[in-house]
């Protein structure tokens, strides 16, 4: 059988970058391994639904560059429907066909009689030894049960699990799990208003769709043995995916789960694109907003719980392809480094060909500055990229694409003594000499100096200030050669006459 994955969010709100990573290897494991990977929208909790969710996801997918080849949104729909709530009646004859065989059972207990059998039973949980207690089918005669449907009762149908019996299966990244029903509680399959649960509906869904490999998060590794145990009962058990547990994504500080709240507190985003919650009106910050590059984000993100085993740590979409297995993920969960993730933006960008990340921050650039040549504009990102972090720090370079307002006070303070020494109308002549050779003008800098009875160090010092507003910047031959003889003249005279 073909390797079929699927990564299966829900939509109550954006995209958790925890979420992008799970995607992420299901995506890498399917076409190392020539399969398909599937998008699908798990929306049994209806409650919980927040528009415009879906659609970020979808959106997020595409941004990131693991987009599904089936699933909502993608592909030819050969297995659709992809959403859970589109596939609400079929659920049903599963769940029906757990009762007539004895492993599932109506309950028709009140919120009110739940909660007045966890304030007598102390840690209650509804299992094979308290569902006695309770108004179900086991508890009910069969004539009682019969009305109480006839007369369209509020009802759930929950799973009968043993009563003391060792759940076994095999985990990809763990080993052997195994977990006794005591520690277990009969879990609901079916709710009151005909949605199933989740655990009913992924297990239903991943038989039809043909799922071979079930790769989600370490959170849902305590729900795999109800899953396991759903397989047996419904006459899976042969054609059962493989588990495959992702550690978490931990805090920066390893002390629990990465939330949005860690990302506001020390200043990173924690979901692929911007969003805006349809309550609140939050606006929360995406890594695309923020000035990343997909290709960086996902090579950050799939070291998140997985190593190549190799100390390489750049890789292509394709390499982690090549390179990507389940033997090499972590069991631990995996701290967030903020600091990493920069380091991973700024080697992309110094990576990128000029032209495409003068594509990239064009927008940006002619939004803050107004219209710039394109051509120009490679050419200040081939001078600047390797002092970029984000692509939007491309606005620290203003003095690149218009002219300087105003000196730094400090940066005049440190040049002021040239004015004593430097012929300024000496220094314009040799400007104007100037070809478009920055190894020229750096030998013709140094010929000057030492000509004029000038510290080249001094000299340099005063010609950045004049060029860029402060004493930190690109190589001054470069810089000239970018903003060409007469713009460079012209600062030089306009801080000269400020010192």
Same mark, same amino acid.
Request: net charge negative; glycine share 6%; charged share 25%.
């Given at each position: $059988? ?43 909790? !209806? ?6 969710? +879906? ?67 102390? @840690? ?20 009682? %049960? ?36 005591? !520690? ?28 071979? *490999? =079930?790769?989600?998060?370490?959170? /849902? #590794?305590?729900?795999?043995?109800? *899953? ?7 006459? /899976? +058990? ?6 495959? *547990?992702?550690?978490?994504? #931990? ?23 911007? /969003? ?29 719980? /997985? ?10 979409? !394709? ?10 993920? *972590? ?29 990239? %921050?064009?927008? @940006? ?61 000496? #220094? ?10 920055? =190894? ?11 000509? @004029? +009875? ?5 000299? $340099? ?36 006459? !400020?010192?």
């Amino acid at each position: $059988m073909s390797v079929r994955v699927r990564f299966a969010p829900s939509p109550t709100g954006p995209l958790h970058i925890g979420g992008v990573r799970t995607a992420l290897y299901n995506y890498l494991f399917a076409k190392k391994n020539n399969g398909d990977f599937i998008l699908r929208i798990e929306d049994t909790d !209806q409650n919980r639904f927040v528009p415009g969710a +879906e659609q970020y996801i979808i959106e997020s997918l595409k941004w990131i560059g693991i987009e599904p080849n089936e699933g909502v949104g993608f592909g030819d729909g050969m297995h659709a429907p992809y959403r859970q709530s589109d596939r609400k009646d079929s659920y049903r004859q599963y769940a029906e066909q757990l009762l007539k065989e004895g492993y599932a059972y109506y309950a028709f207990d009140t919120e009110e009689e739940l909660e007045n059998l966890k304030a007598i039973i102390p @840690n209650f949980k509804y299992d094979a030894q308290t569902r006695q207690q309770a108004k179900n089918s086991l508890t009910l005669s069969k004539e009682d %049960v019969t009305q109480r449907l006839a007369n369209n009762e509020h009802f759930v149908i929950r799973i009968k699990l043993p009563e003391d019996e060792t759940v076994r299966f095999t985990d990809e990244i763990r080993g052997n799990v195994l977990v006794s029903t005591t !520690q277990m509680d009969d879990k609901v399959l079916l709710k009151s208003d005909g949605m199933p649960t989740y655990h009913l509906a992924n297990v239903c869904d991943d038989y039809v769709m043909k799922i071979t *490999h =079930v790769i989600r998060g370490e959170e /849902w #590794l305590p729900s795999a043995p109800l *899953h396991v145990l759903l397989y047996r009962y419904l006459g /899976w +058990e042969n054609v059962m995916p493989k588990f495959a *547990h992702l550690p978490l994504l #931990l805090k920066p500080d390893g002390n629990g789960k990465l939330s949005k709240r860690d990302g506001d507190r020390l200043g990173f985003p924690v979901f692929p694109l911007e /969003w805006s919650d349809p309550k609140t009106k939050e606006i929360s910050s995406g890594y695309k907003q923020r000035g990343y590059l997909p290709e960086a984000v996902v090579n950050m993100l799939a070291f998140l719980g /997985w190593n190549p085993g190799t100390e390489q740590e750049l890789f292509t979409q !394709q390499e982690l392809i090549n390179a990507f297995s389940l033997e090499h993920i *972590h069991k631990a969960g995996a701290k967030f480094d903020f600091e990493k993730a920069k380091w991973f933006n700024a080697e992309y960008i110094k990576n990128t060909d000029n032209e495409i990340l003068a594509n990239l %921050v064009q927008q @940006n650039v002619q939004q803050k500055f107004g219209a710039v040549d394109k051509s120009f504009l490679i050419k200040v990102v081939g001078l600047v990229k390797e002092r970029l972090t984000f692509l939007n720090d491309i606005e620290h370079f203003a003095y690149l694409f218009q002219p300087i307002e105003q000196y730094e006070e400090t940066s005049l303070s440190k040049v002021n003594k040239i004015k004593e020494v430097l012929d300024i109308d000496k #220094l314009t002549l040799l400007f104007n000499n100037f070809s478009d050779d920055s =190894v020229l003008i750096e030998t013709s800098l140094k010929e000057f100096a030492q000509n @004029n +009875e000038l510290k080249i160090g001094e000299l $340099m010092k005063f010609i950045r200030t004049s060029l860029v507003g402060e004493l930190s910047g690109p190589a001054i031959p470069d810089l000239i050669v970018l903003l060409g003889n007469e713009t460079s003249i012209n600062r030089i005279k306009n801080c000269f006459s !400020q010192l």
